[in-house]
């Protein structure tokens, strides 16, 4: 009362009949964050490993298919020599024969030496029989059918032609340069690089975290004077594990 200085009604508090309350909030962990770019650092060295990978099979398979070829192509180019000497070598066993059935030699010495033609003939045709594999390899590298027959034409010197400017360099110079280009050498580097981001990452993991946390809110009640606010915290987290 303004008379009286009393208070004539009870305090009370109004709404509306209706209301509506909408609020939107980000939150942002900092230890998360650097965790996740941690994460995605970790993710591109595996994908750098996974190059590496493919390129050492690139490469495996450049280098098995020209050494196929150097064997192949030797085989080709001595198959008439090696006829030749195996001729020659049943010759050689056929006159010792012919030798030891007319009592010119021994029969301990054409023992002997019919053992060591033996011997030389077939280390030739092993060491044949090991080259003549490389034209089953070459064809297996190039995709070929194991049954077609293929001519070798082309110098293997000339394959490596695209290398002989390396030839003027340093030493030194050169195995620096395959050290670097060695996909298994990058591959070990990328290794260590992902140990020791995951060493970083479980570091990080018990530090406490620092949480961000900003706030927009709106109430449709028309009483209030206010009808919109915005909140912001900050707050350490840690985990007990």
């Not at 008379?3 to 230890?31: H, M």
């Not at 595996?46 to 192949?72: G, M, P, S």
């Not at 030798?99 to 030699?105: F, V």
């Not at 092993?126 to 070929?144: G, H, I, P, R």
């Amino acid at each position: 009362s303004v008379l009286t200085g009393t208070q004539s009604l009870e305090p009370s508090t109004s709404s509306d009949q209706d209301r509506r309350l909408a609020d939107i909030e980000a939150q942002w962990n900092i230890v998360d964050a650097v965790i996740a770019y941690l994460d995605g650092k970790i993710a591109d060295d595996r994908a750098l490993v996974a190059q590496e990978r493919l390129k050492k099979v690139k490469q495996n398979i450049e280098i098995d298919t020209i050494n196929a070829y150097w064997r192949a192509y030797a085989t080709q180019q001595t198959q008439k020599t090696y006829r030749n000497i195996m001729h020659d070598g049943e010759i050689i066993s056929h006159n010792i024969g012919i030798a030891s059935n007319e009592r010119l030699i021994s029969s301990d010495t054409y023992n002997e030496r019919q053992k060591v033609i033996l011997d030389q003939s077939k280390s030739i045709a092993n060491l044949f029989e090991d080259q003549d594999l490389a034209k089953v390899e070459l064809k297996s590298l190039m995709a070929m059918p194991i049954k077609q027959d293929i001519l070798l034409t082309t110098d293997p010197k000339t394959i490596n032609n695209r290398f002989n400017r390396y030839n003027e360099k340093p030493v030194d110079e050169l195995v620096q340069t395959a050290l670097i280009n060695r996909p298994e050498l990058r591959e070990i580097y990328l290794d260590g690089n992902i140990s020791s981001k995951n060493i970083e990452k479980e570091l990080i993991s018990t530090f406490p975290g620092l949480n961000l946390i900003y706030s927009r809110n709106y109430d449709s009640n028309s009483f209030l004077s206010d009808h919109s606010w915005t909140n912001f915290s900050a707050a350490l987290t840690q985990s007990i594990t």
